[in-house]
């Protein structure tokens, strides 16, 4: 394959993935968002009632542990899904994907070596690796897909499941679809 096709595959490629971890990464971000703001709000309300609490002679006991299973359990669910470690991990990913593009758009057409482009392939292989497909939505994938239409996407974007057979033809198909009058003749 052509050094300068292989490049151009390569920085597609990088595109495709960078935009899918930034969206990736803003996804995330929401869902993170998501669970602190109830965190937030769930110990205003702790501090608000723990001090008309004290100063009404109110039994603070029940709600006190109601509100903290609360905010435990939004804890917990945070902490299972570990979405921290997502938003940062797309991030990273997606500002590493468009550092390999950045340094293929900084080589010259003259310039690109084949060991220049299997270097930066390598790369891009060793950070695709580290990307949890898995735990990107599949509209977002879609969207990519959508916007890098008529590029090289890596084989992870194939989020229609769909595998387009080429239809086996055999003699009998030939034959129905041939007139009769013409078999006979």
């Not at 482009?117 to 990519?144: A, N």
Request: glycine letters at 4%; one cysteine or more.
């Amino acid at each position: 394959m052509d050094v300068q096709v292989r490049a151009q595959k390569v920085l597609d490629k990088c595109e495709a993935m960078s935009l899918l971890c930034s969206k990736a990464a803003n996804y995330w971000n929401i869902v993170k968002t998501a669970f602190q703001i109830p965190l937030i709000l769930i110990n205003s309300l702790l501090c608000i009632m723990n001090s008309l609490g004290q100063e009404g002679g109110m039994n603070m006991k029940m709600p006190n542990i109601i509100i903290n299973g609360i905010s435990v359990l939004l804890l917990s669910f945070q902490s299972n899904f570990k979405v921290p470690e997502k938003v940062e991990l797309y991030k990273n990913l997606g500002n590493q994907f468009l550092l390999i593009a950045h340094s293929i758009e900084a080589l010259d057409e003259e310039d690109f070596t084949k060991e220049q482009i299997t270097s930066i392939v390598e790369k891009y292989d060793i950070l695709l690796q580290q990307c949890k497909f898995e735990d990107i939505p599949g509209y977002i994938k879609k969207e990519v897909c959508l916007i890098f239409k008529n590029r090289t996407l890596p084989i992870q974007l194939n989020v229609t499941g769909e595998i387009k057979k080429t239809p086996v033809i055999t003699s009998s198909s030939i034959i129905s679809d041939v007139p009769l009058t013409q078999l006979n003749n």
